[in-house]
């Protein structure tokens, strides 16, 4: 069963996650993977990013950890396999990489990717969980670029959250369910 994990920042979505995946590695012959999507633009963000890996090393030993910051769809597909569950976290970092990249002009044809991971989302012989930000929540930007960035990200998640059985908010660390099982 796939699930949509939403929340905004520091809602505790991550964790959420984590937890799905410390759940299933439970179970006898299960493994589970993290596809970490998010780029070391700076020094606080390479910072966040080892504190990151160090918490999550410390909360669930078992879960391997694979870096797909622009390749998502081919990591999926690689990664996906019975008996393993996929973590994706997160979908706003790969997104933003492919609109608004560190280095490079960005993507001409996002929607190409996007097509991409949802057919490897469809596609996934396992279970697969995705993290995002719930961004659109807030006031409109007033840059065109961020305007375009919210509405895609929108876009994005209606699509994943149709493919998905669950899908869940965080909120404050609470999980409030949208979509599926409780």
Known sequence: M????????????????EGRAAHWLALPGHSAVLVATALAGDDEMRVRIERHRADRAARVPALATREAPRALAAALREESQPGRLVVVDCLTLWLTGLLMPLEGAPL???DAEVDALLAALKAARGPVVLVSN????GVMPMS???????????????????ECARVTMMVAGLELPLKGPR
């Open 2 to 17: 796939h699930e949509l994990i939403l929340g905004g920042a520091k809602s505790g979505k991550s964790r959420c996650a």
């Open 108 to 110: 001409d044809d996002a």
């Open 134 to 137: 719930e961004i659109g929540l």
């Open 144 to 162: 065109r670029e961020a305007r375009r960035f919210v509405d895609e990200l929108g876009r994005l998640h209606q699509r994943v959250g149709a």
